[in-house]
């Protein structure tokens, strides 16, 4: 008696609107995801694109470049192509992460801001965003290219400076196998 509502043919007409309106707006969320634009979606290759070689010797050149305007002491310096769209696809931008010392008789507070004004009087320019989560962290730029500066996380006494080149790279590396490439030697000069 209690289910006999649910045989009439309102209470079927209202389940049948329901599952309608369901599927409907169902549909709309997947089609607007599908159509909304991402950041990575803006990103657009400015001026002509960049060799595999080229894009190594900008990101490189500019990790060296840090070292010996700031008079850095590097311990190790690692190289890697990256996309700048996702994980896979072009373009790609050349990267470096680079370690350094901070001088045992001096503070990261007082050594990572007296780096900046170093690179400032090479030509870099200070960014206005500090990188985040990362205690005296400063950001520069120079020729297109990008540089994050901050004190490790897990060790006082060690500097990072991750360099970021231009995303001008469209070769297809997406087949690649990826893996840092050792480039103290040529950063160290």
Known sequence: ???????????????????????????????VDQL??????????????????????QAVGAAADIVSAAQLRPTSAGYLLMSCR?????????A?????????????????P???????????????????GHPYSRSVSKNAVTALIYRDDDNANLGVARVYGECRNTSDHRTDSTGWVDVTGEIRG
């Open 114 to 132: 007296a780096v900046a004004k170093a690179l400032a009087a090479d030509g870099w320019v200070e960014g206005r965003i500090s990188p985040g």
């Open 86 to 94: 996702d994980r896979d696809n072009p373009p790609y931008q050349g």
């Open 36 to 57: 909304h634009a991402t950041p990575a979606d803006a990103l657009k290759v400015s001026g002509p694109p960049l060799s595999d070689g080229q894009s190594r010797v």
């Open 96 to 112: 470096v992460y680079l370690t350094f010392t901070i001088p045992a008789d001096t503070r990261a507070d007082a050594y990572l």
């Open 1 to 31: 008696m209690r289910a006999d509502w649910l045989r009439s043919t309102q209470a079927r007409s209202l389940l049948a609107i329901t599952f309608g309106i369901s599927l409907v707006l169902g549909g709309a969320f997947l089609a």
